[in-house]
């Protein structure tokens, strides 16, 4: 059963920064999945931040316009493991972080991971 374990969330203060990872162990095909991590504040709904298409599509990124600039997405296919460097971190910024992976195709695939809490206060 392919799952998604979310790790590095914590309490950072305004300007800092945090890395986030997202491991996927038992992934036969890691590198062939689109990796994308989203956000959900308190009352607000979940979006989009930052996301890396698969390793045949090219490892294109792509980011929200809030975190442009700010946050960076990479995947190291070897260590199954997809990473959210978020520097210069804003209080706006907190929220929970979720990991999605997505495959796309004749048998698509969808995998959630269970968050990780990521509060930007002083």
């Known amino acids: 059963q392919e799952r998604l374990v979310e790790s590095g969330g914590g309490l950072v203060q305004p300007g800092g920064s945090l890395r986030l990872s997202c491991a996927a162990p038992?992934?036969?095909?890691?590198?062939?999945?689109?990796m994308n991590w989203y956000r959900q504040a308190p009352g607000k709904e979940r979006e989009l931040v930052a996301a890396i298409s698969s390793s045949g599509s090219g490892g294109i990124t792509d980011y929200a316009d809030s975190v442009k600039g700010r946050f960076a997405i990479s995947r190291d296919n070897a260590k199954k493991t997809a990473y959210l460097q978020m520097n210069n971190l804003k209080s706006e910024d907190t929220a929970v972080y979720y990991c999605?992976?997505?495959?796309?195709?004749?048998?698509?695939?969808?995998?959630w991971g269970q968050g990780t809490q990521v509060t930007v206060s002083s």
């Open positions: 999605n992976a997505v495959l796309k195709g004749m048998t698509p695939h969808d995998y």
């Open positions: 038992s992934f036969t095909f890691f590198s062939a999945y689109g």
